[in-house]
């Protein structure tokens, strides 16, 4: 198994981990290389914001449509 | 990748057209705020029925034709062997409470893959486990597990005593322990199966995709015997395809992240991943539950694309083995969902991970909003005045004449049903034309005759589902958090008490209801016969569609047959040879 016998990064192991770690070439986890994960942000649009971005979306949408009605008028 | 806008134009189009007729009844004689109401309710059902056929009609048209299903570039298949990458692939396995047994067979069929492909060098085995109960057993089921491999492979475990931040805190853990070692991941669920065809073509498919963040292996459903999720697997094995080719051809790089049966790029995801705590308490704030879409978004805020490879197979995951076990999931499910519309407009998300957000919110609201429209309905009719099909046209009574609406209604009825079971058809027919895929179904009758008896089937299980799912909502907004219990994954044995307790309300329910609309609305009672006898049925159909021996006969009728039942899948095959050995399941 795994060539890096280590402890569980948990910092409470769990009942039995001892005889696991103990078991024949049996490695919990490899060494440990932390790095940080930053917590994203899931802050809500402002209200303006939304009002401006549906008023552009739904121009779009009507300039797209209406450009798609004079392509195919003959 | 079809163009979104031509979608969007062909749901817009069928929608205007379905209520546009219905405005047209509806104004004859003046409209009520009742009826109003009616149509708003009927547009927004329409769209969301037209959203999914139309999915499924461009997903026949990409497999009729052949078409490239994917955005990817896909690498040369002249150079089978992963050795050529010097990537470092890590598979995890986070468990919690898991059949021991039942995980460690799926675990070692998937080392057994990758041994017989002679890659299993290039990949190292994590089993996270936030388990608390039978700690004991498991540690002693993976040593064993260990024991047997540990000359050939890596197979690490690691345990957590809090499942802080659940299953995606669980992955955290991983990524900022370990995840430096690593290019990439895939996070397998406990009951799914992957083959080593299948991990190789993902891991060449990220090699040769530097932008991508993300590549979802969509998973077929394989491995009960119970009459419900045979008939949910077969369903996964016809129609699903459809869905997915759709799916993938519309989104491109846009795409979705399903939990598990994914490949990820670790670097992606530790720097843009780690998910905060929604603002407030549960239901609807504290850790986020379903985060996978929210995951998927936010690796498409960062500018990584976001795959569904529909052209991969070798990825598997079991259904829930009864509908109680399906609600149980389906109540998680649903608030973590729900959870979502605080997100939808989080700032920098893509329209198109809003898109997948809002179509999660809207796969559980569409239910109440269901339950919404035949109450609606009730009391439109109710309160219209006897002649209701007919309204007189003219001023002058002698010139004034009745014109029918039968026509008009009926053929919104017919229309609403064409889109709910043409996408059927089309599936049936893609499955005849081709001889491999429909002599792996049980051949052009067998696979006929299942199909409609599955259209039945699912016809009368969905007001049992959209009953139940309206409780969920309501339960949810009204603030009330379910549990996250593990799911029962095993399918020995029937509750009927539990049967009895969840469904009698049901029963209830439909039985009123009918009653009801048998005296007082005779004009509706057959139209809405279908609905009433589903959940009048709620308890015996629950019955049958749990039972192992009832999906044993059908299969000896050659009924529901799905490719892996013909021993098609040996990765399946291993799983449930080794698991009946344990007695765990009736196989």
Known sequence: MGSHPAECADPQPPAGAAMLRHGPGFSLTPEPQPIAMPEQTLAPLTPAFLMASLGLAMRLAYMRLAGSFRSVRP | ?587
């Open chain 2, 1 to 587: 990748v079809i163009s979104r806008w031509l979608f969007a134009g062909l749901v817009a189009a069928t929608t205007a057209a379905a209520t546009s007729r219905l405005w047209d009844v509806l104004r004859v004689d003046g409209v009520t705020a009742g009826e109003c109401l009616f149509l708003a309710l009927v547009t927004i059902l329409f769209c969301w029925i037209a959203i999914a056929f139309w999915m499924m009609v461009l997903g026949a048209f990409a497999i009729w034709r052949d078409e490239k299903q994917t955005a990817l570039q896909i690498p040369d298949s002249s150079d089978p062997q992963l050795r050529s990458s010097g990537s470092r692939t890590a598979l995890l396995f986070p468990v919690r409470n898991e059949e021991t047994a039942r995980l460690c067979a799926g675990i070692e069929a998937v080392i057994d893959s990758l041994a017989g492909h002679g890659v299993l060098d290039r990949f190292d085995i994590f089993i996270l486990s936030d388990s608390n109960e039978h700690l004991e057993g498991e540690q002693a089921a993976y040593a064993a597990l260990a024991a047997r491999w540990q000359s050939r492979g890596k197979l690490y475990y690691r345990h957590r005593t809090s499942n802080e931040g659940r299953k995606s805190g669980n992955i955290a853990q991983f990524c900022r322990s370990w995840g430096n070692l690593y290019d990439y991941m895939v996070v397998l669920d406990a009951d799914s199966l992957m083959t080593a065809g299948t991990l190789v073509e993902l891991v060449r498919l990220m090699d040769a995709n530097p932008r991508a963040g993300l590549i979802q292996a969509p998973p077929e459903l394989v491995g009960r015997d119970s009459l419900f999720a045979r008939i949910q697997q077969f369903a996964s094995s016809v129609y699903g395809p459809l869905n997915v080719a759709g799916l993938a051809m519309l989104m491109g790089g846009d795409g979705n992240y399903w939990g598990h049966n994914a490949i990820i790029r670790v670097r992606a995801f530790v720097e843009n991943c780690g998910l905060p705590v929604l603002p407030g308490r549960a239901p609807l704030g504290g850790e986020i539950m379903s985060h996978d879409f929210v995951e998927a978004a936010l690796l498409r805020r960062a500018g990584w694309d976001v795959h569904l490879a529909g052209h991969l197979g070798g990825s598997y995951e079991e259904p829930p083995p009864g509908l109680i076990d399906f609600l149980k999931r389906d109540r998680r499910w649903c608030q973590g969902n729900l959870q979502h519309m605080r997100i939808i407009f989080a700032r920098g998300l893509k329209g198109a991970s809003r898109g997948h957000l809002a179509m999660g919110v809207m796969s559980y609201l569409a239910s109440p909003l269901w339950f919404a429209f035949l109450l609606t309905s009730v009391v439109v009719t109710f309160s219209e005045k006897p002649v209701e099909r007919f309204s007189f046209v003219g001023t002058h009574p002698v010139l004034a004449w009745p014109v029918s609406h039968a026509v008009e209604m009926i053929a919104l009825f017919s229309a609403m049903a064409v889109m709910l079971f043409a996408p059927k058809a089309l599936a049936l027919l893609l499955v005849l034309r081709d001889r491999q895929r429909r002599r792996a179904h049980g051949g052009a009758f067998a696979v006929t005759l299942s199909v409609v008896i599955e259209a039945v089937f699912s016809a009368l299980l969905a007001p049992i589902v959209m009953l139940s799912e309206t409780g969920f909502v309501v339960s949810i907004l009204l603030g009330k958090a379910g549990g996250w219990r593990s799911q029962q994954r095993n399918e020995s044995g029937f509750a009927w008490l539990d049967t009895i307790r969840t469904f009698l309300p049901h029963t209830l329910a439909g039985a009123a209801s009918a009653a009801f609309a048998w005296f007082y609305l005779p004009a509706i009672f057959w139209w809405m016969s279908p609905i009433f006898a589903g959940l009048v049925l709620a308890i015996p159909l629950t019955a049958l569609a749990g039972s192992a021996a009832l999906g044993r006969g059908t299969r000896a009728l050659a009924l529901f047959v799905a490719p892996w039942e013909r021993g098609e899948v040996p990765i399946v095959e291993r799983v449930r040879a080794a698991v009946g050995e344990n007695g765990l399941r009736t196989v």
